[in-house]
């Protein structure tokens, strides 16, 4: 489950290119969008589409994005969950 933390962090700052962020400043709870990591909806979009490159994990429900999206933890719980 950290390794999958870990790789999502890495995603986040590689292809949705956050910058000056490293993945220990990235808290499996800090929220993804708003105060937290600062996302906003592009990079929601963005973010369906790397989950689905990287792990084959669909997100077509925008209320399951919003549950799966609030913290790294929830999406970690989310592709494991979701993963065939």
């Known amino acids: 489950m950290e390794d999958l933390k870990e790789k ?3 995603i986040l700052i590689d292809e949705i290119k956050l910058q000056g962020i ?3 400043d990235i808290k499996d709870d800090m929220p993804l ?6 996302l ?7 973010l369906v589409v790397l989950i689905q490159k990287h ?6 429900d925008m209320e399951e994005g ?3 999206f609030t913290s790294i933890a929830n999406l970690a719980d989310y592709i494991r969950e979701h993963q065939a």
């Open 8 to 10: 999502l962090k890495h």
């Open 22 to 24: 490293t993945p220990a």
């Open 33 to 38: 969008f708003g105060d937290g990591l600062g």
């Open 40 to 46: 906003d909806s592009l990079d929601a979009v963005e």
């Open 55 to 60: 792990f084959g994990v669909q997100i077509s």
């Open 66 to 68: 919003k549950k799966a």
